[in-house]
C-alpha cells in the first residue's frame, strides 16, 4: 500500500504546487479585505468572505483529490497498478488513507497560516487581535476536516463503483459549495449560524466538534468498506 | 570456438551445432577437459531456444564426445585415438564417395583418377 | 510430430515439469468475445511465446493472470499455488515475484523516472535500486553518472518517454524487482530492430541462471524464433496449437506445390511426413508438412522449405486439413 500512497502523494503534490500561488491568493485577499475594514467577529458578511476565501483552498484540494481518479483512468494506470503486488482493497483503502492524510497535513498548514496571520497582521492592524483567537481556529480547523470526510464520503463510493469518468456528476458535487455561497440569501445564512452559535453555546464547542469528527470517522470508514465491496466486482 | 548457423540450409539446427562441435573436438582445437559454454550461454549467444542446444549436447554425450557434470557444466570428453582415427576415416570414406560422384559425372576413369591423386600427392 | 498439427486444446503435454506458471480452464466473455477452456504451463526456465491476431485473446489472458481481471471460469496457479484461494498476504507475496512489461506504459504520467523506481522499490520486497540503475543505464534512460538518480533524466516525466524509452523503464523495473517469472505482453511492439535486439539480449540475460521464466506475446515471429522455447497460438478465444520452436525450425516444411504435384502427394501410400494442413491460392497450394526431412525423400523434386511461426499460423488459422 506504501507504493500506492506514494504514486498520489507525487501526484498530488505536482497539481498542489501549479494551484499553490492561485490558492494563496485566493486564501489571503478576502481575509486582508475582511481585516482592513476593522471587522467584529460576530459581523457576519465580513466573517464570511474570509470563509469563502478558505473554503476555496479546501475545493481546490478536493479537485486535485478527484483529479487523482481522474489520471488513474490516463493512460491504463488503473489497470497497470495491480499488477503491482498490492490487492484491489489496498487500492481502496490506500486512496482513503491517502486523503485523510492529505486533508489533516492541509489543514495543519491552513491552521498554521493562521497562526502566523494572528501574530503578523495584529501588528499592522491592531482591531486584529480580536478577530482570531486560536481556539476558534483550531475549532475550525477540525470542524472543516469533518465537513471534508463527510463529503467525500459520499462520493467515494459512486468513483470506485463505476470510475471518474462515468461518476462525474459526483466529482462536480463540491462545486455547488461556492455557488450556494452566493445564491443562498446571507440572512438565511445569518439565522443559521446565530442558531447555530446559540446550540454551540449551550454544549460547548468542542463536544460538538468532538461529535461531528466522530461521526464523519465512521461515515469514512463505512464508506471505505462500501467501495471495497463495489471496487472487487467492477470490470476495469 | 565459434558456431555459425545457417537457416536456409535445412540442416536442422541442433544438427549444426553437434556437427561443428564434433569439428572442433575432432580436430584438436578444443582440447579433452576443456570447458565448453552452458547450455544456457550457449543459447543466448546464437539467439535460438536453450532446448535446441540442450539436444546438440545431448547428442555429443550419446557419442562419447563430451561429459555433462550436473551443476558444473559440460566438458570435452577424453578422445580415445581409435576412436579419433575411425571418424577421420570415416570422413575419408564421405569425401572420396563425392569424389567419385563428381568422377562419374566428368567421365573420368579410374587410370585419370589415380594420375590426379599421384600429381597432387607429388605437389604437397 | 503430430502432436504438434492437432487443433486440439493444451497439446504439448508439461505436466510433469515443475511449472512457475500454470492455468487450466480459462474462459472468459466479453461481449463479442469469449475465452475457451484455455490450458498451459510455463515451464520453470523457459520462455513460451504467445502469438496470434489482434483480438485473439492475448493481452486478455495476461491481464487474467496478473489479477488485473476476473475470470469466469478456470485456474490460475503462480509457483504452485492457485490465485483463487490464497489471503491478501499470501496474494502480494505470490505477486511480488511476477513482473510485467507491457508495450503501452501505463505508469502515472505525471511521476518521473526516479519516482517510478521508488514506487516500485516501495512495492517490492526484493527491488534492487543498483540493478534499476545499472539495467537504465544500460538501456539509455539514464546517464551512466555517479548519481544517476539525480539527473535529469532520472526527473524526465513518463509522460514525455518515448514509447521505448516507457518500455525500458518497465523491463528495468520488472528485472530490478526480483521477479522469477516476466509476462510480457507485446514488449518490442512498434521498436527499430536494434532496439528490440537490446531488449532481446537483456531478457536472455535474465533467463541464464536458469531458475526464472519468462511469457511473451509478439507479433514479430522473429523475436520470437531467437528467444522461445515454446510457442502456443491462440485464435478467437482458443489455443490452437503449442510446439517446441525447434521443432518447427528443424523438422516442419512448408512446400509449394502445383495441382498435379499435390495429387502425387495425396495419392502417396505411405504418408511418412506427417498430417497436412493446406491453402490454395491461385493454382498453387501451400502444404505444411510435419516432417520435411522425410517429405524431401519421398518427393526430393518437389519445392520444401523449413516452416517459420508464421507460416505454421497462416496455416493454422486459413488452411484446412487434407
Redesign the interface.
Known sequence: MRSLLYADSCFALRRMKQYLLVALVIALVPVLLGVSRGSDPLDIPAAFQMMVGIVALYVMLFFTLCASFQADEMGGWERARLTLPVTRRDVVLGRYLFILLSLCSFDLVITLLGVASACLLPQAFPLMRDAFDLGGMLLAGAGSIAAFLALVSLQMPFLFMWGARRASFALSLPALIPLASMVIPKDAVALVARAAIVWVGSWGPWPVLLVCLLAAMVMYGLSALLSCVLYERREL | MEIVLS??S?V????QIASQIRSCILSGELDPGEALP?I??L??TL??????TK?AFAELEAQGLIETVPGKGSFVAGIDPELLQEERLRRVEQALSRVLLEAREAQLGRQELVEMLDLMFEEE | MARCMESSVGTLDLSGEPSDLRVRGLAKSFDGFALKDVSFGVPR???VGLVGQNGAGKTTIMRGILGELAFDGGEVELFGQRLSGLDDAALRAVKSRVGFVSSVCAYPGEMSVAQVATMHYLAYPQFDHQLFEELAERMGLLPHDPRPHLSHAARKLVKDLSRGMGMKLQLACALACGASLLVMDEPTAGLDPIVREEV??II??Y??P?DKSVLISSHITSDLE????YVMMVDAGELLFSC???RI???MGLAQLRAAELEQVLRADERGFGPLRALRRSGVTALLVAD?HAF?RQFPDYVC??ADIDDVMTLMVKGEVI
Open positions: 537457416n536456409s535445412g536442422p539446427i541442433y544438427e552452458s544456457r550461454g543459447a543466448a539467439r535460438i531456444s536453450a532446448i535446441t539436444r | 526456465g523457459s520462455v532481446l539480449d536472455r540475460e533467463l541464464e536458469g531467437h528467444l522461445a522455447d517446441e520452436v525447434s525450425e528443424d523438422e520435411r524431401g522449405d523449413p
